[in-house]
């Protein structure tokens, strides 16, 4: 019953947050630089592995971990999406740099806000113009190690999985069951990863203090609407269909849907976090 509790005062506070108009700005963003980003992850990983078969296949790594933890028809809209952005690399090459700049490091002061919204955090900035440009200053000087962070994160979730499979292969070899028991694995570690992640997020975004077991709590919760949504969007509301029928125009569209689903999953674990918390200090 408890768990009820929480999931009524977890909608109720998503819509007196209006978390769905929250979770379209940071999708507007996210999809105007995710080409240029992925780009530039592309070229990470290709640089950090050079010496791998996964290094050698950067772009191909980075598609296929799309098509696991997401699905495979948005693979092929990145992947149809991709070959239109790399035929003008070559003249658009600096302005698409300092588009993925200024657009990621949007999203991240967008989250920003939103979790000042979400947890109620009362502004105590000072005023005036030069207060104003420091803050400004210091907004995107976070928001850009932020990115930092996340290119990192994705760069060590492509090296995880070039060990397994390298395990993989060894315990094949070895072991007359090793195959299925990878197989196994690989069915279980993306939502336990992705779990892990969110509650990382939840821990340590915000600018309130959260407790562990909260902000635990909060990741199981997103983790698990996650997971159920990514199903729905892949056999239900995102096919083929988009980029046979609009082309490009339909692989912006359907990685834009993805985008706001996964924000939309984040917030609605964050609202989640705050009612536990709520109570939590209740008691």
Known sequence: MQIIGNLKETFR????DNGSLMAAGVAYYGALSFFPLLLTLIS?????????????????QMLNAVGQQMSAELQQHIATALDQVRSGANTGGPIGLISLLIGAMAIFVQFDAAFDVIW????????????????LILQRGVAFLMLIGLGLIL??????????????????????????????????LPPILNGLIFT?????????????????????????????GRQLLTHFLVGTKYSS????????????LWIYYGVSVLFLGAEYVQ?????????
């Open 44 to 60: 990470g990983v290709g640089l950090i592995l050079q010496f791998t078969t996964a290094g050698q296949n950067a772009e191909q």
């Open 245 to 256: 029928a609009y082309g490009v125009v339909g692989s912006f569209i359907a990685v834009m």
């Open 155 to 188: 760069i060590t979730i492509q090296v995880v999985g070039v060990a397994m499979t390298a395990a993989a292969q060894l315990s094949d070899s070895l072991l007359p069951s090793g195959n299925r028991l990878w197989s196994f694995a690989r069915f279980v």
């Open 120 to 135: 109620n955090t009362e502004s105590s900035e000072a005023k005036g113009a030069v207060a104003a440009v420091k803050r």
């Open 13 to 16: 506070r998503w819509g007196d």
């Open 200 to 228: 990382l997020i939840y821990k340590w975004l915000p600018r309130v203090p959260v407790a562990w077991k909260e902000a635990v709590q909060g990741g199981i919760f997103a983790g698990v609407v996650w997971e159920v």
């Open 275 to 283: 009612s536990v918390c709520a109570k939590c200090k209740k008691a």
